[in-house]
């Protein structure tokens, strides 16, 4: 199992002085936060796609690129790409640079997004969500076979030979689909045999069983091999000293933002309760004591039958740089080497 961090580039306010950090500090604290993460040997490190306040990652190859210069190891991916708001040809030659520049480390989650504001930022028309992302994925996957595409769609200006360029350093960019909880999402990644990163941000593993099930089906009957079929998770997660040390510290920023977000989509608010039962045994928070996160881990596993990668989306709490880092350290230090040792055992 793979294991790494996806973050937002969120920028929330102090949860003791409610005092935003500049977008300046934050930016440098999350490169920070890349480079611990490349020595302490993570897998990879993953920057969101959003056009929010609240985010500074509208840019996610820009921030990627500077990342890449200060690791050596560490894979940079896209956590997501919202391909369908974006034109496939820019996307491909952006991170085909990020792959020169990192000398081969460069990965892609493309999805649809779970907010909409990319859609009428960029001119495209919500209600063609589905189609959007269909088209723009096919031509994303015909530019990696081929330099110089033939190609017509609905969206997009046609294709007559030009060259698209750089070329990756590796043979094939790396392409995950990004997930929600959409049926047709998961059928759609197996029968294009392409590794799916599902996002689980509440509730269980358990949920989620079912879909993952659905996409090995489609991936089975279009003929993929199952080891072509491979699953991540991405979860909010946090790693600290104690459990309820650190449940307390990872609250109030996922509280803020959760309310947040949820008086925009009408949910009821967002209470403690609630929190600590996805912190529980049984939850999808990955948030707690080293050991407890090593083995809710092992549990996503099992729950959704072999997890290739987990990413952590740490960013959702309101900590300074220094309290980031020290779960940076702590994942790859403590947790990591309790999910390879046991998996060196099975």
Do not use: C
Not at 97 to 108: F, M, N, V, W, Y
Not at 222 to 232: N, Q, T
């Amino acid at each position: 199992m793979e294991i790494g961090i996806d973050s937002f580039a969120a920028i929330l306010p102090d949860p003791a002085t409610g005092k935003l950090p500049s977008a300046t500090d934050r930016m440098a604290g999350l490169l920070d936060e890349v480079e611990v993460a490349d020595r302490v040997g993570l897998d990879v490190f993953g920057i969101g796609e959003h056009h929010r306040a609240e985010f500074l990652d509208s840019a996610p190859a820009i921030i990627l690129a500077a990342a890449a210069a200060r690791t050596s190891q560490i894979r940079l991916t896209s956590a997501v790409t919202v391909l369908s708001a974006a034109d496939p040809v820019r996307v491909f030659q952006e991170f085909a640079t990020l792959d020169l520049i990192s000398k081969g480390r460069a990965e892609l989650v493309v999805g649809r997004g779970s907010f909409g504001e990319a859609y009428p930022l960029f001119g495209m028309d919500p209600q063609d969500y589905d189609e959007l992302f269909a088209e723009k994925l096919a031509l994303f996957l015909k530019l990696g076979e081929t330099k110089h595409p033939i190609w017509k769609g609905r969206f997009r200006a046609a294709l007559e030979g030009q060259g698209v360029y750089p070329r990756p350093h590796q043979p094939q960019l790396p392409l995950w689909i990004g997930v929600g909880g959409t049926p047709e999402s998961f059928a759609r990644a197996g029968t294009l045999g392409l590794p799916l990163m599902v996002a689980i941000i509440g509730g269980t593993f358990a949920r989620f069983r079912p879909l993952v099930d659905l996409y090995r089906e489609a991936g089975s009957r279009a003929g993929h091999s199952p080891d072509k079929l491979k699953v991540g998770v991405h979860a909010m997660g946090f790693v600290g000293e104690t459990d309820a040390a650190t449940r307390d510290a990872f609250f109030p920023g996922w509280a803020h933002l959760t309310a947040k977000i949820g008086r925009e989509r009408g949910w009821s608010p967002p209470s403690r309760q609630q929190f600590d039962a996805m912190a529980g045994p049984e939850g999808a928070f990955l948030v707690g004591a080293p050991a407890t996160v090593a083995a809710k881990m092992r549990h996503a596993s099992k729950t959704l039958g072999d997890v290739s990668r987990i990413t952590f989306q740490m960013s959702t709490a309101s900590l300074e740089t220094a309290a980031m880092k020290r779960s940076i350290e702590l994942l790859g230090s403590e947790v990591a080497p309790i999910i390879r040792a046991a998996q060196s055992k099975a």
